[in-house]
């Protein structure tokens, strides 16, 4: 059964801090991933990987896919408060049918 | 300022009610999807529009029935739902189909969605 998982679950740093958050999957036929930000309530797309080892950088987010290892990572460093959100990762399987989206994790950013 | 709008924002509706969910894209896009999002649990997907036509329906009960008049438009029709229906009900449109055999993912754009109670 294809699926995506992400970790950790939540994740409560200090503004500052540097987080990496992990998303790994098993989906046949993948094409791409994507990562997205949920704030309240509409997720708002960030990446999209189609090819291991290349890094996307977007200010202080960036993001990486190993297909070998079937796994991603999205990095955002010195973090500020608006980066509190559930961040989103979603996988496209190419079978004919959808994205299949891991649980999330919840990133909360102290002052 | 979203390009995808929904409404209500918020829905409470017993279980004998009939209401309908309503979603407008103003991107010019050719596909557009329903979500259903619980707490704790992924995305998941109900139903794909692309050019008006049905393309995908992930085995929704029929107390769920989408429409899609035009491509700008998606509607979710709602009747004798059960508790376990409250979720967060998320809209999203796409350039295509991402299923489609473009060969390539076209990254979707979310809605607000609408946060629906049944009572």
């Known amino acids: 059964e294809d699926k995506v998982v992400q970790s950790p679950l939540s994740l409560v740093v200090h503004e500052g801090d540097t987080v990496t958050l992990n998303c790994s999957y098993e989906?046949?036929?993948?094409?791409?991933l994507l990562w997205y930000k949920q704030e309240k309530k509409a997720p708002t797309f960030l990446f999209m990987l189609t090819s291991s080892g290349i890094e996307k950088k977007s200010g202080r987010l960036s993001s990486i896919l190993d297909k070998k290892e079937l796994f991603s990572i999205l990095n955002i460093t010195a973090t500020q408060t608006g980066d509190s959100a559930v961040y989103l990762c979603?996988?496209?399987?190419?079978?004919?049918?959808?994205?299949?989206f891991g649980t999330g994790t919840s990133l909360t950013v102290i002052p | 300022e979203t390009g995808v709008t929904q409404t209500p924002r918020h829905l409470v509706m017993g279980m004998t009610n009939k209401k309908s969910l309503k979603c407008e894209q103003h991107l010019g896009h050719n596909a557009m999807y329903w979500y259903k999002q619980s707490a704790k649990k992924p995305l998941e997907l109900m139903f794909v529009y692309s050019l008006e036509e049905r393309v995908e329906n992930n085995s929704v009960p029929s107390r769920f029935s989408p429409e899609c008049p035009n491509s700008s438009h998606l509607f979710l029709h709602l009747h004798t739902l059960q508790p376990e229906d409250s979720a967060l009900y998320l809209c999203?449109?796409?350039?295509?189909?991402?299923?489609?055999?473009?060969?390539?993912?076209?990254?979707?754009?979310f809605g607000p969605g609408t946060r629906l109670t049944v009572t």
């Open positions: 999203a449109s796409s350039q295509d189909w991402v299923g489609g055999l473009a060969g390539f993912t076209r990254e979707q754009y």
């Open positions: 979603a996988v496209d399987g190419h079978t004919g049918n959808q994205f299949y």
């Open positions: 989906v046949t036929n993948f094409r791409s």
